[in-house]
């Protein structure tokens, strides 16, 4: 198993520009998610999805959108990419949630995005 | 709104010299608490979950244990290969999947 994987790994834009971060795994997990990684801020969820088709927002949702329309990928589009854009990305995905406890997630690699 | 504090920032030790990391957190109805330890350039990687007060769990010279009020990672004999940030993270009941994290602890081991 591959696991988690993301592209690109590094990313620079111009203010204004959009772009897609892709995520994939190969564990037949449900759930998925995308954080961002700032110093001084820890890991921010933007948004997750429990399933194809089904996609919620998380903590800082603004200026991202997601679709799932597979259970492997999870892609992360950025419709006007702006400097307070600028951030560590990381893709998360786990097995499904009981009722009464929440399975570990396992983190891609990141893309480390610049915008200019 | 769950909140998770992390202490120290930061820690240096020597290697062999034992020490604990704190977690501690304020959520309404706790359904996991997760270690993670982060390697620059890196992403996350899963440690430990605990679920309940008075549980723990040990893998080589780490062990995490929890209170209804935080979690410590007790680090032993440490090498400098556990140099990494360890992120504490929780989800709570109403938090929907919505892990918090910390702001991390970062570990420095000297040789």
């Known amino acids: 198993n591959a696991g988690v994987t993301q592209t690109p790994k590094f990313q620079v834009l111009k203010t204004g520009q959009s772009m897609t971060l892709q995520c994939a795994q190969d564990?037949?997990?449900?759930?998925m998610s995308w954080y961002r990684q700032d110093p001084g801020m820890g890991l921010r969820l933007i948004h997750y999805?429990?399933?194809?088709?089904?996609?919620d927002q998380g903590e800082v949702p603004n200026g991202y959108n997601v679709s799932r329309s597979t259970t492997e990928d999870f892609p992360l589009r950025l419709l006007s990419a702006a400097p307070s854009q600028t951030s560590v990305y990381f893709c998360?995905?786990?097995?499904?949630?009981?009722?009464?406890?929440?399975?570990?997630?396992?983190f891609g690699p990141g893309t480390r995005l610049t915008v200019l | 709104e769950d909140q998770v504090t992390q202490s120290p920032e930061a820690l240096r030790l020597q290697e062999g010299e034992s020490s604990s990391l704190n977690c501690s957190y304020t959520?309404?109805?706790?359904?996991?608490l997760f270690w993670y330890r982060q390697d620059p350039g890196k992403g996350p990687e899963f440690l430990f979950t605990l679920y309940s007060a008075g549980e723990e769990k040990e893998k080589e010279r780490l062990k995490a244990t929890l209170t209804k009020k935080e979690s410590f990672l007790h680090i032993t004999a440490p090498k400098p290969e556990d140099s990494a940030t360890y992120l504490c993270?929780?989800?709570?009941?109403?938090?929907?999947?919505?892990?918090?994290f910390g702001k991390g602890t970062l570990l420095t081991v000297n040789p």
């Open positions: 999805s429990v399933g194809a088709g089904i996609t």
């Open positions: 564990m037949n997990h449900e759930y």
């Open positions: 998360a995905s786990s097995t499904p949630q009981t009722r009464f406890s929440y399975n570990e997630q396992f």
């Open positions: 993270a929780v989800v709570s009941g109403g938090s929907n999947y919505k892990l918090t």
């Open positions: 959520v309404s109805g706790l359904r996991g």
